[in-house]
Nanobody, 126 residues
Framework: QVQLVESGGGLVQAGGSLRLSCAASGVTFSSYAVAWFRQAPGKEREFVASIKWGGENTYYSASVKGRFTISIDGTKNTVYLQLNSLKSEDTAAYYC???????????????????WGQGTQVTVSS
């Protein structure tokens, strides 16, 4: 049984940083594509970042590129999302997702991922 468990969310002031973690069981991240999405109240789920197995390729949305960094620790089977220079518009529930296949053209679509975590809340105060 595949389980993804996110942690690391919280309340932070604008300009601050957080590091989110996504720990997996039942799946080896090194052979999956993993992504982070976020969803604010009343809005659709939005792609944030993704990483291919092995960590050789990373992808970011325009809104977070240069501020967020996705990485993988194969020894801990954990994917991280480092959030820097946070803005109030980054406030959302952040979700980790995994897929056995990397879709080159549509990796930013939620429906491409089979497994999801329960989410962790990030709140940025201005």
């Amino acid at each position: 049984q595949v389980q993804l468990v996110e942690s690391g969310g919280g309340l932070v002031q604008a300009g601050g940083s957080l590091r989110l973690s996504c720990a997996a069981s039942g799946v080896t991240f090194s052979s999956y594509a993993v992504a982070w999405f976020r969803q604010a109240p009343g809005k659709e789920r939005e792609f944030v970042a993704s990483i291919k197995w092995g960590g050789e390729n990373t992808y970011y949305s325009a809104s977070v590129k240069g501020r967020f960094t996705i990485s993988i620790d194969g020894t801990k089977n954990t994917v991280y999302l480092q959030l820097n220079s946070l803005k109030s518009e980054d406030t959302a529930a952040y979700y980790c997702a995994a897929s056995v296949r990397f879709y080159k053209e549509t990796y930013n679509r939620p429906e491409r991922y089979e497994y999801w975590g329960q989410g962790t809340q990030v709140t940025v105060s201005s």
